[in-house]
């Protein structure tokens, strides 16, 4: 898979088919991060199509990532969801890691939303905190998404500037300020993964002014600038990273945080859908 017309062609049935079964064309997409595949519940759901059902779509493997496609309504705001993403730690190829993207685009959507679990880099941070990301550290990716996107699309038009969307992330702090919820910023910092990073990389990372880390979103976000999309996202700050805490990093810890967080992330999530 070189380039974006082999992924568009690679897919075209699995693009036909959803097509053919959504109810509306969405306005914006969002991709739900572990253990925030909740939302789909507080939005209302005119569809949901298991991604299983669907020929091609790659199987999550993740525990917390449910694997639906929801067509939903919120204040008008008709919403493409993804419960259940699909990782580059799963052993999956960075072609199939951005098609949920791929089908917000197609399907119509203009905007992106992606959210994320993440470990807390900054020291200003605890856990369930919500971090909207100013900028994204790519590094780790660069090379694979470039020879999916080709070099031009992300050189020749420095779509890649055009991060975070103006117009989602005012929404994104509007609607933190409406609703009273402390919104921190920062810069999150790619790894593939799959396991969590030594205390040493933490450092590195730190001393390189990032501000939370996790394995997804880049490469989201990159694939859906090239395509012209608004993309913003959020990160939900699940827990300290290796060696800023003590804390011993699992999974499960994760999870928890992330139920913990759930109801703030929902209504800021809501929120930011009205305003948009
Ligand atoms: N590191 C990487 N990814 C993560 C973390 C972390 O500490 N927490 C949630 N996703």
Do not use: W
């Not at 690679?10 to 253990?35: Q, V």
């Not at 369930?128 to 992300?154: F, R």
């Not at 300020?177 to 790894?191: A, R």
């Not at 993309?231 to 999870?255: D, R």
């Amino acid at each position: 898979m070189t380039g974006l017309m082999d992924i568009q062609f690679k897919y075209d049935n699995l693009l036909k088919e959803i097509k053919s079964l959504a109810p509306f064309e969405p306005e914006t997409a969002l991709i739900l991060g572990s253990g925030l595949g909740g939302f789909a519940n507080v939005v209302n759901t005119i569809k949901s199509i298991p991604t299983a059902d669907l020929n091609g779509y790659p199987e999550s493997t993740v525990q917390g990532h449910k694997g639906y496609i929801h067509f939903a309504e919120h204040n008008n705001k008709k919403l493409l969801i993804f419960q259940g993403r699909i990782h580059f730690y799963e052993g999956y190829k960075i072609y199939e890691c951005v098609l949920p993207v791929l089908i917000a685009y197609k399907l119509g959507c203009k905007n992106l939303i992606l959210t994320n679990a993440a470990g807390g880099i900054n020291q200003n941070f605890n856990p369930a905190d919500l971090m909207l990301i100013t900028s994204l550290n790519t590094i780790n990716i660069k090379k694979e998404i470039t020879d999916l996107v080709g070099l031009t699309s992300l050189d020749s038009k420095n779509r890649s500037l055009d991060f975070p969307s103006q117009k989602i992330s005012n929404a994104i702090k509007q609607a933190a300020l409406s609703e009273k919820i402390p919104l921190k910023e920062g810069v999150y910092y790619f790894t593939k993964g799959p396991s969590y990073e030594t205390p040493a990389e933490i450092k590195m990372m730190q001393m390189t002014s990032n501000d939370a880390v996790g394995m997804s979103t880049a490469h989201e976000a990159l694939f859906g600038l090239t395509l012209g999309l608004q993309v913003a996202a959020v990160s939900c700050i699940t827990n300290m990273a290796a060696g800023i805490s003590q804390v011993k990093l699992s999974h499960t810890e994760v999870m928890e945080t992330a139920e913990v967080v759930k109801e703030q992330f929902e209504k800021l999530i809501k929120k930011t859908i009205e305003l948009l």
